[in-house]
Nanobody, 122 residues
């Protein structure tokens, strides 16, 4: 199970850190990712991190502003979001994949958290 937290209301230019806590002893074997879905839009890949933490990937719109990381000892993955923009407003979901690479398609992810809402005001 995945439990996402850390969302909230923030002004444009502000920062938030999302957390996703995983249960189970195999967390360290999964690649992890954050997706988001804005109202009326399709779900999109935001960032991903390999099982070891050694590889990361980001969608272009968040590069340089968001940082994904993980702590396998704590079974937790994080998304640090800086310089937030109104267009970052969405429900953010964490997801886990057992595949060999960081996939950007949600269809490759077997486990999903419940989502946490991020609202960025202008």
């Amino acid at each position: 199970q995945l439990q996402a937290s850390g969302g909230g209301l923030v002004q444009a230019g502000g920062s938030l850190r999302l957390s996703c806590a995983a249960s189970g002893r195999t967390f360290s074997t999964y690649n992890m990712a954050w997706f988001r879905q804005a109202p009326g839009k399709e779900r999109e890949f935001v960032a991903g991190v390999s099982w070891s933490g050694g590889n990361t990937g980001y969608t272009d719109s968040v590069k340089g502003r968001f940082t994904i990381s993980r702590d396998n000892a704590k079974n937790t993955v994080y998304l640090r979001m800086n310089s937030l923009k109104p267009e970052d407003t969405a429900v953010y979901y964490c997801a886990a994949s057992a595949g060999p690479v960081i996939y950007t398609s949600g269809s490759y992810y077997s486990y999903w958290g419940q989502g946490t809402l991020v609202t960025v005001s202008s």
